[in-house]
């Protein structure tokens, strides 16, 4: 079955601590996978995606096939960073979505 | 550059009343979706619209229609509204290109009582 998993409800760390948000995911085929952000009452917005291997913000985010994961990190995370991450996989057959849970972020002065 | 526009923002309904909410784009995207997220439960797909003219079921779909009147509109309608239907609603599209991002409304934080 098609899934992404992200085990952890809330991350809290202090600022300038290394941050890590888990995503694993489940998905027969060469997966395309975001991470997107939601700040406090805000919509939706992307953040990072595979395909890309972009830094936006000062995350990153490596896909590893082999244990099927895409991790995002942050080296030194600022109060700003505060907010609710999802991972999300893109189903090619039918282009939509599979989300995961989410993690809300909280970063302490 | 507008994006994807959702309204209303804000609404409270009493249980069994009726109403629209309206989403429309302005990137010429083929697919549109209707998602609810509440606490703990992440986004859930009440229903997606591929293309002009075709409607799915995502996996929350029971007690909401969806019309997809052209493309750029994608319109998700509650008959009789029930206290569970309390959420928050967003409306979201994207491309058919590869690596293609989703783009969201703001989003329509609905309270039935």
């Known amino acids: 079955a098609q899934r992404v998993t992200q085990p952890e409800k809330l991350l809290s760390v202090f600022k300038g601590a290394p941050v890590e948000l888990k995503c694993n995911y489940s998905?027969?085929?060469?997966?395309?996978l975001f991470w997107y952000v939601q700040y406090s009452r805000q919509r939706l917005q992307l953040l990072l995606r595979h395909i890309s291997r972009e830094s936006i913000k000062g995350f990153t985010a490596d896909l590893n096939k082999g244990e099927t994961s895409f991790h995002l990190k942050k080296p030194f995370a600022q109060e700003e960073d505060s907010a609710m991450y999802y991972c999300a996989l893109n189903n090619r057959g039918n282009r939509k979505l599979i989300w995961g849970l989410g993690t809300s972020l909280a970063v302490n002065p | 550059n507008a994006g994807v526009t959702q309204t209303p923002k804000f609404q409270v309904l009493k249980t069994g009343q009726s109403m629209t909410l309206q989403c429309a784009q302005d990137?010429?995207?083929?697919?549109m979706y209707w998602y609810r997220q509440d606490p703990g439960m992440g986004l859930r797909l009440i229903y997606y619209?591929?293309?002009?003219?075709?409607?799915d079921k995502g996996e929350v779909p029971n007690g909401y229609n969806v019309s997809r009147l052209n493309k750029r509109e994608f319109s998700l309608r509650l008959e009789s509204a029930a206290p569970s239907q309390t959420s928050v609603y967003f409306c979201?599209?994207?491309?058919?290109?590869?690596?293609?991002?989703?783009?969201f409304g703001q989003g329509t934080r609905l309270t039935v009582v």
């Open positions: 998905y027969s085929g060469s997966p395309e």
């Open positions: 979201a599209s994207s491309g058919a290109v590869l690596g293609t991002e989703a783009f």
């Open positions: 990137m010429n995207h083929n697919s």
């Open positions: 619209s591929a293309s002009e003219g075709t409607t």
